[in-house]
């Protein structure tokens, strides 16, 4: 019998929470009851591979540390840790006297409609929600604790093991010879990467993270994108690097149907980061993370009562396998230059040909980017004129050059987004193709002057500081041979995209 099944059954009434019909919703660690403006959180009763709720004592101390890890991000969300009590008349209650037989956290209970798993599924996500959504993991980051004791080659070797073991438990429902052969293909991996892992860790790259950053626990409260219920359980799941942190949103778009957006997340993260290094460690990451959620559909389909839905659940299961197995063949690398003069187009196009380039997307490496990051400005902060000096401009491209170069010897597909108006800046970032040995496409957007100078005026939350007397200036330069493919910008979206698919063979 259940260990918990009063309290369920007891959080289940509408006279524990004021004559209010809870809604319950569960994981396979959790049940969730929504009341009013509660949402009251029960651990479950059980016992995994990577954690032990079995006991009172030891739910109590989860409780009590979910509270902790999510105060960094979800502080107005997270309001307490409450005892379920049994009173002298053997009646159960919330927070009264008497003898404790469970914990519960309360929270505010936010509207489940703004949980981006649901936006993901409608329209609800576009490109400005998931730059703030991206924002906020960027800032999450940056003020995590680091912890070099975690995370590098031991860290993911933990990973890797508890996802064998708790895979190797669910026979029925993920066949033990694909588990193993993802097991040797993911150690085959971490082997090669095993040195970049141990420098990112010596280098504050791994930190307390959220661990379980996938768009179920992501949530619109107070009209911004607010991280929640993230790892309390395991320091092995939660201490890890930032990027593989990152992953699991990634993965998560990524198998929704929404690539598009989850490049968009990778390249707005490294515009603000600056982490191209990580870059190498995707698949294997993508990876992982798809295996987590395989076994955790798995474990959910194995406690389902219901024949259709633990058939359902069976079936995503094995999705996310065979999505486990692909992350770790990504598609070979490739160059895409995209030039023109300000407003013509040159950073759409690039965002959105990235994601036919690679898994979620090709690199998108912004000159207006990295000319912030040398400054050590923000992303969105103007440049005074000391940002634009010849010196800074010629430093700007060669890092470009340079990142393009450290992306493609990642195997990953890189798109350089610059203006490109003199014919050496061009041939360089040709010649980084080259000497990589790799194919190369250069794209040069063309569009009417005046429509140029109406998208520049109408640019908000930008990284160019390009303005219409920038423009103008770039209207008279002696741009030389084009050899690149023209595009005309000047018509409708759909038609530029078109013609820059057909241009690169998309």
């Known amino acids: 019998m259940d260990p918990q099944a009063e309290t369920l059954a007891f959080l289940g009434r509408a006279a524990t929470h004021g004559g209010a019909r809870p809604q319950r919703v569960d994981t396979h660690i959790s049940a969730v009851f929504l009341a009013g403006d509660r949402a009251w959180k029960l651990k ?23 509270l902790a890890v999510n105060a960094a991000a979800a502080p107005d969300l997270y309001l307490g840790v409450v005892p379920v009590t049994r009173g002298e008349d053997g009646h159960l209650a919330i927070g009264g006297a008497g003898t404790v037989v469970d914990w519960l956290v309360e929270m505010r209970r936010f509207d489940q409609r703004t949980l981006f798993s649901r936006l993901a599924a409608g329209q609800g996500l ?3 929600r998931i730059h703030a959504l991206t924002e906020a993991v960027w800032r999450f980051h940056r003020a995590a604790a680091v912890r070099p004791d975690k995370g590098g080659v ?77 790892i309390e359980f395991s320091e092995d799941i939660g201490c890890i690097d930032v990027f593989y942190d990152l992953a699991f949103l990634l993965m998560d778009l990524d198998r929704r149907g929404r690539r598009g957006l989850a490049s968009t997340a990778m390249n707005h993260y490294l515009d603000l980061s600056g982490d191209y290094g990580a870059v190498a460690l995707l698949p294997l990451f993508l990876s992982l993370r798809a295996a987590i959620r395989a076994h955790v559909a798995a474990t959910t389909a194995a406690a389902a ?56 997307g090709a690199i998108v490496v912004r000159s207006d980017a990295l000319r912030k990051q040398l400054m050590g400005a923000d992303l969105l902060a103007p440049l005074g004129p000391e940002g634009y000096t010849p010196e800074i401009t010629e430093r700007t491209y060669q890092a470009l050059y ?11 597909a890189a798109v350089a987004d610059a203006v490109f108006a003199r014919p050496d800046q061009r041939e360089a970032i040709e010649r980084v193709a080259r000497q990589s040995g790799l194919p190369f496409d250069g794209l040069w957007l063309e569009t009417p002057p005046h429509l140029a100078a ?27 041979p084009i050899a690149w493919t023209r595009i005309n910008t000047g018509g409708s979206k759909a038609k530029a995209l078109a013609d820059g698919r057909a241009a690169i063979g998309v």
């Open 402 to 412: 340079d990142t393009c170069r450290q992306v493609l010897a990642a195997g990953h």
């Open 126 to 128: 576009d490109r400005h």
């Open 454 to 480: 109406r998208r520049i005026k109408g640019r908000r939350a930008n990284a160019s500081d390009a303005t219409v007397a920038v423009l103008k200036r770039q209207l008279d330069y002696d741009l030389g």
């Open 154 to 230: 031991a860290g993911l070797t933990w990973t890797i093991d508890t996802n064998a073991a708790t895979m190797a438990g669910l026979p029925d429902f993920i066949p033990p010879a694909r588990a193993r052969d993802l097991a040797e293909a993911s150690r085959t991996a971490l082997a090669r990467l095993a040195p970049l892992l141990e420098a990112r860790r010596a280098e504050g790259r791994v930190r307390r993270c959220h661990g379980d950053l996938h768009l179920g626990n992501i949530c619109l409260f107070q009209g911004r994108p607010t991280l929640f219920d993230a």
């Open 305 to 360: 009562t219901a024949a259709p839905r633990r058939d359902e659940l069976a079936a995503e299961a094995t999705r996310y396998l065979d999505s486990a197995f692909a992350y770790l063949s990504p598609p070979p690398p490739r160059l895409l230059a995209v030039g023109g003069l300000s407003g013509s187009g040159k950073s759409r196009m690039g965002r959105e040909l990235a994601p036919f380039l690679a898994v979620p």
């Open 44 to 66: 479950r009763a059980v016992r995994l591979p990577f954690l032990d709720f079995s006991t009172v004592e030891q739910r109590h101390a989860a409780c009590a540390a979910e």
